[in-house]
């Protein structure tokens, strides 16, 4: 219980831009939980947009995106040792930013277009998921040793392919971008 109540407090300084993914526990528990909780939250987040087992397959495809990426930069770099705590800290943050859009994907989904909710709702996933491309990039960083500014561009790149394949090997609804 301890264990879970440190690496959560390390996924929130993680957000903050005060920790590094070198200070989680690289263990498996650690990693299965922080699989478990964006699997879960991302399940949440998509339910409006899928159907239930697209939105698994979508979901699955996302992670598997991440973990192979996070695997093959850790490998091209030679530091695969730090695939636990920088996969688990991507998943740990992520599941915690997912869990913040959640509600407002609901509303831009659900309300019509020039719904002033919707608008306000629509900036505030813009601004949470460029600090998440922030966030990503803070991780590699230290995963990666490097420069905060190549980590946010490889971070970026990462968003944008991650999402141009997602959508290509499971498509979202006409009309409906997750």
Do not use: K, N
């Amino acid at each position: 219980m301890v264990s879970v109540l440190r690496s959560s407090l390390v996924f929130a300084e993680l957000l903050r831009l005060r920790a590094r993914p070198q200070d989680l526990p690289a263990r498996d528990g650690v990693v299965v939980g922080s699989v478990l909780a964006v699997f879960g939250a991302s399940m949440l987040a998509v339910h409006e947009i899928y159907t239930p087992g697209r939105a698994v397959g979508r979901v699955l495809v996302d992670v598997l995106l991440e973990a192979g990426f996070v695997l093959g930069v850790l490998r091209v770099t030679g530091r695969p040792e730090r695939f636990r705590q920088t996969f688990s800290a991507l998943c740990g943050t992520g599941a915690i930013l997912v869990l913040l859009t959640w509600p407002l994907v609901d509303i831009v989904v659900q309300r019509p277009p020039g719904s002033a909710l919707a608008g306000i709702a629509l900036l505030l996933l813009l601004a949470i998921y460029g600090w998440s491309a922030l966030v990503i990039g803070h991780i590699l960083r230290y995963a990666l040793d490097l420069s905060l500014g190549r980590a946010v561009l490889l971070a970026l790149a990462y968003v944008l392919v991650s999402s141009l394949l997602g959508d290509a090997l499971v498509p979202p609804p006409m009309g409906m971008t997750p």
